[in-house]
C-alpha cells in the first residue's frame, strides 16, 4: 500500500486546510486510516481515524469540533477537515493505514505517506 498526503500549506490562525491522502491499494475499503501529525521536537500524535464502515473517531480535546475525518472509496482517499486552526496545529502530517488493527498509535499502522507539511501563522 503507498499513500500520498497532499493539502498542506501555510495559512493564518482561524483558517482552514484540508489534507487529502490517495492510497494506491487493490481494496481500499478494508483499510482502517489514520491522521497523524508531528511538530518539531515531539512525538507523532493521533489526530484521527476512519474505519472500514467509515465511522470516525477524532481524538479528544482541542481537535474534536474543529477537525473532521473522511474517506471516498470510489477514489481511494480519505480526507482531513482542519477548522479554526491555531498555530499550535503547525505540524506535519501523515496518513497511514492498516488493514486489521483499529487503533490510535503509531504501532497500529503499518503503512504510512510521507507527510504533508502544515504552518499556522499567528
Known amino acids: 500500500v503507498q499513500l500520498q498526503a497532499s493539502g498542506g500549506g501555510l495559512v493564518q490562525a482561524g483558517g482552514s486546510l484540508r489534507l487529502s491522502c490517495e492510497a494506491s491499494?487493490?481494496?481500499?475499503?478494508?483499510?482502517?486510516m489514520g491522521w497523524f501529525r508531528q511538530a518539531p521536537g515531539k512525538e507523532r500524535e493521533f489526530v484521527a481515524m476512519v474505519g472500514k464502515s467509515g465511522s470516525t473517531t477524532t481524538r479528544a480535546g482541542s481537535l474534536r469540533g474543529r477537525f473532521t475525518m473522511s474517506r471516498d472509496n470510489a477514489k481511494n482517499t480519505v480526507f482531513l477537515q482542519m477548522n479554526s486552526l491555531k498555530p499550535e496545529d503547525t505540524a506535519v502530517y501523515y496518513c497511514?493505514?492498516?488493514?486489521?488493527?483499529?487503533?490510535?498509535?503509531?504501532?497500529?499502522?503499518?503503512?504510512w505517506g510521507q507527510g504533508t507539511q502544515v504552518t499556522v501563522s499567528s
Open positions: 491499494a487493490s481494496s481500499f475499503d478494508n483499510l482502517i
Open positions: 497511514a493505514a492498516d488493514y486489521s488493527r483499529y487503533g490510535s498509535t503509531v504501532a497500529d499502522y503499518e503503512f
